[in-house]
């Protein structure tokens, strides 16, 4: 059972342009939202994140959008910049069973910046 | 101290063989993480520590898994006789626990192979 959902296995954007990177759960108890960002054959990056009290989040380039109603958050990366390309993940916590701050991640999404 | 350390990076190992790997979280940091990516997945939690504490474990943590963090600073993860099938990148990650939720910090990671 995938909680946290990535549909996307990939995308591709041109430099300087924006950046959506989409992601769906399925646990309403779900009450905080992270994205990271990985290279290869190194540990996951924390970018941004997003309590379920607020539904927009942003710093810098990176802005996280939450649609609590339908389950959705996205990041958006704007301008899109070659270094950006790794393969982003969502992961959602809940203050369920314990708060124990656990991550559940997607399956990850692998963005491609072309210069 | 700037982040999560792991030792080793690497591990190529025998079928049948014992091993083990270790973490050094933030140092002010009282929560740590392990968790195993696969390759086109993402993170998947296997157990977690409050100071020195084990609070949680996953049920993919099976009795050939072991974790400890004896003096509530480092952590070691031993799998003993390993399976094919236990070839994965093991992360650790570490975070300050408060009432709302933190973010977790991951270290570069593991890398088993089973031969």
């Known amino acids: 059972d995938q909680q946290v959902k990535q549909n996307s296995p990939s995308l591709s954007v041109q430099e300087g342009r924006i950046s959506i990177l989409n992601c769906d759960y399925t646990?309403?108890?779900?009450?905080?939202f992270l994205w990271y960002k990985k290279y290869p054959a190194e540990g996951p990056t924390f970018l941004i994140s997003i309590s379920s009290i607020k539904d927009k989040n942003e710093d810098g380039r990176f802005t996280v959008f939450l649609n609590k109603s339908a389950k959705h958050l996205s990041l958006h990366i704007v301008p899109s910049q070659p270094g950006d390309s790794a393969v982003y993940f969502c992961?959602?916590?809940?203050?369920?069973?314990?708060?124990?701050?656990?991550?559940?991640f997607g399956t990850g999404t692998l963005l491609a910046v072309q210069p | 101290d700037t982040g999560v350390s792991q030792d080793p990076r690497h591990k190529i190992t025998k079928r049948g063989q014992n091993v083990t790997f270790r973490c050094d979280p933030i140092?002010?940091?009282?929560?740590l993480y392990w968790y195993r990516q696969t390759l086109g997945q993402g993170p998947e939690f296997l157990t977690y520590?409050?100071?020195?504490?084990?609070?949680?474990k996953s049920r993919l943590l099976s009795d050939r898994f072991s974790a400890e963090r004896p003096k509530g600073s480092f952590s070691t993860l031993e799998i003993q006789r390993t399976e094919q099938g236990d070839s994965a990148m093991y992360l650790c990650a570490s975070s300050f626990y408060r009432a709302s939720n933190t973010e977790a910090f991951f270290g570069q990671g593991t890398r088993l192979t089973v031969v």
């Open positions: 992961a959602a916590s809940g203050a369920y069973g314990g708060a124990t701050n656990k991550l559940i």
């Open positions: 520590f409050q100071n020195e504490a084990q609070l949680e």
């Open positions: 140092s002010e940091h009282n929560r």
């Open positions: 646990n309403s108890m779900f009450d905080y």
